[in-house]
């Protein structure tokens, strides 16, 4: 890759936004880092500088239409280019689809979706200028895995999904890629920043029921996201793990309803509360169950095995 091209990163200032950042940085890329918290990017703007990189800190609200033209334009500013625009900034919000509060999902929705299609909007006409460029949607494996009391994050993902792909083919002739990246479990702030809207588990109840799920660190999406920019083409998955998770949901839609339906039965009481049940704890006994049946049918074989030795010598 080219020295010196230049790069916005939306979400900078902590998790993956951060992660990118000190990733493309690292790679001599020049990073533009955009985020609401001023005091965190500019912080991480000095690491990157003392570390030789050249990185310039844009406090920004990017559901915001006058911060999103002040993020571009001072972009142009310093720089006079910009070759990869990372949509990374969003929002999570936990609540039923019948509780969940309007005004908070129309919020995530102008965040996760409207903001990101607004700045490619806004950088697409300057990418043409430069003769292409590069737009990462980051996206999460919600978008393809349904999760319960997660409904309007996941719609929002898979909003943001569909219209990655669409933006894909319109902009192919301008050289422009538009792809994205699908995380799963990451470890990240996110659950600090989740809007808990309308009944049902929290954020804490889902993972902790789901701790049987190990999270991966901030750096590996980093890593995936340049590997999207350098490739100029989506990462659908980021493990083995997740790749399963996404092959079944595609493959199976009417299992994973019915095993979602049969989990919330065993796993959420009317409440919203979590039950007793531990999904860790029914996994363990699966297993048990499944490594005795095979240790049963090992004996069976090598009972029938041993007397049919018997009585044909």
Same mark, same amino acid.
């Given at each position: 890759?080219?020295?010196?091209?230049? /790069?916005?990163?939306?979400? !900078?200032?902590?998790?993956?936004?951060?992660?990118?950042?000190?990733?493309?940085?690292?790679?001599?890329?020049?990073?533009? %880092?955009?985020?609401? $918290? *001023?005091?965190?990017?500019?912080?991480?703007?000095?690491?990157?500088?003392?570390?030789?990189?050249?990185?310039?800190?844009?406090?920004?609200?990017?559901?915001?239409?006058?911060?999103?033209?002040?993020?571009?334009?001072?972009? +142009?500013?310093?720089?006079?280019?910009?070759?990869?625009?990372?949509?990374?900034?969003?929002?999570?919000?936990?609540?039923?689809?019948?509780?969940?509060?309007?005004?908070?999902?129309?919020?995530?929705?102008? %965040?996760?979706?409207?903001?990101?299609?607004?700045?490619?909007?806004?950088?697409?006409?300057?990418?043409?200028?430069?003769?292409?460029?590069?737009?990462?949607?980051? &996206?999460?494996?919600?978008?393809?895995?349904?999760?319960?009391?997660?409904?309007?994050?996941?719609?929002?993902?898979?909003?943001?999904?569909?219209?990655?792909?669409?933006?894909?083919?319109? +902009?192919?002739?301008?050289?422009?890629?538009?792809?994205?990246?699908?995380?799963? %479990?990451?470890?990240?702030? @996110?659950?600090?920043?989740?809007?808990? &809207? *309308? !009944?049902?588990?929290?954020?804490?109840?889902?993972?902790?029921?789901?701790?049987?799920?190990?999270?991966?660190?901030?750096?590996?999406?980093?890593?995936?996201?340049?590997?999207?920019?350098?490739?100029?083409? &989506?990462?659908?998955?980021?493990? /083995?793990?997740?790749?399963?998770? #996404? #092959?079944?949901?595609? +493959?199976?839609?009417?299992?994973?309803? !019915?095993?979602?339906?049969?989990?919330?039965?065993?796993?959420?009481?009317?409440?919203?509360?979590? $039950? #007793?049940?531990?999904?860790?704890?029914?996994? #363990?006994?699966?297993?048990?169950?499944?490594?005795?049946? @095979?240790?049963?049918?090992?004996?069976?074989? *090598?009972?029938?095995?041993?007397?049919?030795?018997?009585?044909?010598?």
């Amino acid at each position: 890759m080219i020295r010196n091209r230049v /790069v916005i990163v939306t979400g !900078a200032s902590a998790g993956i936004g951060e992660a990118t950042s000190r990733t493309f940085a690292a790679r001599g890329w020049t990073v533009v %880092l955009a985020a609401r $918290s *001023g005091g965190k990017l500019a912080h991480i703007a000095d690491e990157i500088r003392a570390a030789g990189g050249v990185a310039l800190a844009v406090p920004a609200d990017v559901t915001v239409a006058e911060d999103r033209a002040q993020l571009v334009d001072a972009t +142009l500013r310093a720089f006079g280019r910009i070759d990869a625009l990372i949509n990374n900034a969003g929002m999570g919000i936990a609540g039923t689809v019948d509780t969940v509060d309007l005004d908070d999902l129309d919020y995530v929705v102008r %965040l996760n979706v409207l903001a990101p299609v607004a700045l490619l909007q806004a950088v697409a006409p300057v990418m043409r200028r430069c003769g292409g460029g590069v737009v990462v949607n980051v &996206s999460s494996l919600i978008e393809a895995v349904p999760v319960p009391y997660m409904a309007g994050y996941g719609a929002s993902k898979a909003a943001l999904g569909y219209l990655t792909t669409a933006a894909a083919a319109e +902009l192919a002739r301008d050289n422009i890629a538009v792809v994205k990246v699908m995380p799963g %479990l990451t470890a990240t702030g @996110f659950d600090r920043n989740l809007l808990a &809207s *309308g !009944a049902g588990m929290s954020l804490e109840q889902l993972l902790a029921q789901a701790n049987f799920v190990s999270a991966i660190p901030a750096e590996r999406v980093a890593e995936a996201i340049w590997d999207a920019v350098r490739t100029r083409r &989506s990462r659908r998955c980021l493990t /083995v793990r997740d790749r399963l998770f #996404r #092959r079944v949901a595609a +493959l199976a839609p009417g299992l994973v309803s !019915a095993l979602l339906k049969a989990a919330v039965k065993r796993y959420v009481l009317p409440s919203g509360e979590p $039950s #007793r049940a531990s999904v860790r704890r029914d996994l #363990r006994d699966l297993g048990l169950m499944i490594g005795g049946g @095979f240790a049963a049918l090992a004996a069976l074989a *090598g009972g029938i095995w041993f007397w049919v030795k018997e009585h044909t010598s």
